[in-house]
């Protein structure tokens, strides 16, 4: 489901959402991206939706804040993973 673009960017960045690695390798990072119901966007107002839409409070938050977010992992082309 998840590209290997998408799947190294996890391995890569894991650390800013969790104490410790979740994965150790591509098939791992697949199987914990889809077992918590990430999704990957197109942009950053996709990433403002995401957030809209499940009702996390975003009032007073700027774009930079909002990519900020340890949920939010910048893939690098454009794209973004949530971790929900």
Wanted: hydrophobic fraction near 45%; charged fraction near 35%.
């Amino acid at each position: 489901m998840f590209d290997d673009a998408v799947l190294q960017c996890f391995l890569k960045k894991q650390r800013q959402l969790f104490p410790e690695n979740v994965a150790e390798s591509l098939e791992e990072a697949d199987s914990f991206l889809e077992e918590s119901m990430a999704v990957v966007v197109d942009s950053v107002k996709e990433v403002w939706e995401y957030f809209d839409e499940a009702g996390i409070d975003m009032e007073g938050a700027d774009e930079e804040e909002i990519l900020q977010a340890d949920e939010v992992f910048e893939i690098g082309d454009g794209r973004y993973l949530i971790i929900e």
